[in-house]
């Protein structure tokens, strides 16, 4: 993925026979509050997190507070989450 021309930037698919929904671009996801599970229900959330141009998967793996935080890892094996962002468009017709 560093040499790509892309850059971590996951473009819609070409199919056009999707729909809206289905053809939205990948971002990454990071941990919300540190990856502290929230008291109320002992949940950990995500949220779409940036990432540098040009920075590396090495580098992405060192940052403990957004990527790497403990519910990322288990045991031997690191997850990196991916997801779609969704934006409702509410249309009011003129009165």
């Known amino acids: 993925m560093q040499l790509s ?3 971590y930037r996951f473009p819609p698919p070409r199919d056009t026979s999707l729909a809206l929904h ?3 671009p990948l971002q990454p996801l990071g941990l919300s509050r540190k990856g502290i599970p ?3 229900d002992g949940r950990v959330c995500l949220r779409p997190r940036p990432v540098k141009l040009g920075q590396v998967l090495s580098e992405i793996m060192q940052d403990k507070v957004v990527f790497a935080g403990k519910p990322c890892i288990e045991e031997n094996t690191w997850a990196l989450y991916f ?3 969704i934006i409702k468009f509410v249309y ?3 009165q």
């Open 5 to 7: 021309p892309m850059q």
């Open 38 to 40: 929230r008291q109320a």
């Open 83 to 85: 997801g779609m962002i």
């Open 22 to 24: 289905e053809a939205l």
């Open 92 to 94: 009011t017709p003129d």
